[in-house]
């Protein structure tokens, strides 16, 4: 085969890839074999980072450790508690807003759930809580003092980690929400108070069976690419 013809196979095989990734949000209870889940992390490893400096700190919580998650949290969030180490700063205005309120709009027609329906758009929410039923859910962590440029390069790890679960048939939904209670992440996790939680990711077996796993966003590439000469 010619160095071409390799290289235009590996175009193939990546353009797949990431056009197979997608948030998924209904997971299969069964859990992925441990040799499985060390190598796609050990690919993820291989994501840049400024200086190489590797600043990501990643706990995965599988058995009786994510039950105990999926019990707390969403008592937690009823009783309107909340612990984020990196708390929402800004706001979606404009086409970004647009983006944001569609995205929604799409989620939910997959569903089934009318916009005036707040007791189901509420449960739905509820279920990020619950992992979407995944059997594993990795925590990202950023250690202190690091900061925004730091937490950049965890940002790449995270999708290099969704391209590597892709690329080896599983399903991934990175989530902010699980940011939300970062002290009982710790405690449950018994991660060090000097690291602090970014967000989640939901991984597993997809449940294709899942309505809500029928929902396909847009990109706008022409908008947010730009070409100069």
Not at 1 to 15: G, K
Not at 17 to 34: D, N
Not at 164 to 184: D, V
Request: hydrophobic content about 45%; overall charge negative.
């Amino acid at each position: 085969m010619t160095e071409a013809a390799t290289q235009s196979d590996c175009a193939h095989a990546l353009a797949e890839v990431i056009h197979r990734r997608r948030a998924v949000r209904g997971f299969l209870p069964r859990p992925v074999p441990r040799q499985t889940l060390e190598e796609v992390f050990a690919l993820a490893a291989r994501a840049p980072s400024n200086c190489n400096t590797q600043p990501w700190q990643v706990h995965v919580a599988s058995g009786q450790a994510l039950e105990r998650l999926r019990r707390r949290l969403p008592e937690a969030l009823a009783k309107g508690e909340f612990d984020m180490d990196f708390p929402y700063e800004g706001s979606y205005e404009g086409i970004y807003r647009q983006r944001q309120v569609d995205a929604a709009a799409r989620l939910y027609e997959a569903m089934g759930i009318a916009r005036e329906d707040k007791a189901a758009r509420g449960a739905a929410f509820l279920r990020n809580f619950e992992f979407f039923g995944a059997p594993h859910v990795a925590f990202l962590f950023l250690p202190e003092p690091f900061g925004l440029r730091e937490a950049t390069d965890v940002g790449m790890y995270a999708q290099t980690l969704m391209l590597a679960l892709a690329a080896h048939g599983l399903g991934s939904c990175p989530q902010t929400a699980l940011g939300f209670h970062a002290g009982i992440v710790r405690e449950e996790l018994g991660v060090p108070a000097e690291q602090r939680l970014l967000f989640g990711i939901s991984l597993g077996f997809v449940d294709e069976a899942e309505p809500a796993n029928r929902c396909r966003m847009d990109r706008d590439v022409a908008a947010v690419t730009h070409f100069v000469e």
